[in-house]
């Protein structure tokens, strides 16, 4: 799996960027996906963030400002977006 997942993020980070970037890692329990997601991480200097059954929206952008730099992210769920997506269209090779 550590292998799929490098050839994945790999093809996101390196698509022509009129195409779009978003991929999904999935398969059943056991299999290694978080630790190649934790390695791909590593490797790739992507933000690193997991969802669980309580993360809410908020939470999520949260964790996502985060790791993507911001000390203590503040504001609406509107705000938290628009902030996210500023920091990361400025670095459009770092994945999440």
Request: aromatic share 8%; net charge positive; glycine share 8%.
């Amino acid at each position: 799996n550590v292998a799929a997942f490098s050839a994945l993020i790999t093809r996101v980070v390196e698509r022509d960027l009129s195409l779009p970037g978003l991929a999904t890692f999935y398969g059943p329990s056991g299999l290694g996906k978080t630790k190649s997601a934790i390695y791909g991480a590593n490797r790739y200097r992507a933000a690193y963030v997991e969802c669980g059954q309580y993360t809410t929206a908020k939470s999520l952008l949260v964790s996502i400002l985060t790791e993507l730099g911001l000390t203590r992210p503040r504001g609406t769920v509107a705000e938290l977006i628009a902030e996210a997506i500023r920091l990361m269209a400025a670095d459009i090779s770092k994945p999440l």
